[in-house]
Nanobody, 127 residues
């Protein structure tokens, strides 16, 4: 059974940094697409950052470009999200996801096609 466990969330002031980790079971990250998504209260889940493993492409939502960095460690089976210059609007529950077959990077933004999800980690940014 595939397990994805997020950690690293917390409460920070605007301008601060957090590093989220997603510990995955063996081979869970051996997939075409993996990514980080977030959901704020009353809003739909949205993509934050994705990796298209076929060619190593990383893409980011416009709202986080230049501030967030996604990376993966296949040895440690861990997906990371480094978040810098945090803003109050980044406040949300953050989820990692894996398990999607894709032929192009743009497909990796399709939230409903991921098979594996973590339980989420809360990020709260105060002004």
């Amino acid at each position: 059974q595939v397990r994805m466990v997020e950690s690293g969330g917390g409460s920070v002031q605007a301008g601060g940094s957090l590093r989220l980790s997603c510990a995955a079971s063996r081979y869970a990250l051996h997939t075409d697409c993996m990514g980080w998504f977030r959901q704020a209260p009353g809003k739909e889940r949205e993509g934050v950052a994705i990796i298209y493993a076929a060619d190593g492409t990383t893409n980011y939502a416009d709202s986080v470009k230049g501030r967030f960095t996604i990376s993966q460690d296949y040895v440690e089976n861990t997906l990371y999200l480094q978040m810098n210059s945090l803003k109050p609007e980044d406040t949300a529950m953050y989820y990692c996801a894996s398990g999607m077959t894709a032929f192009r990077a743009s497909t990796c933004w399709r939230t409903d096609e991921y098979r594996n999800w973590g339980q989420g980690t809360q990020v709260t940014v105060s002004s």
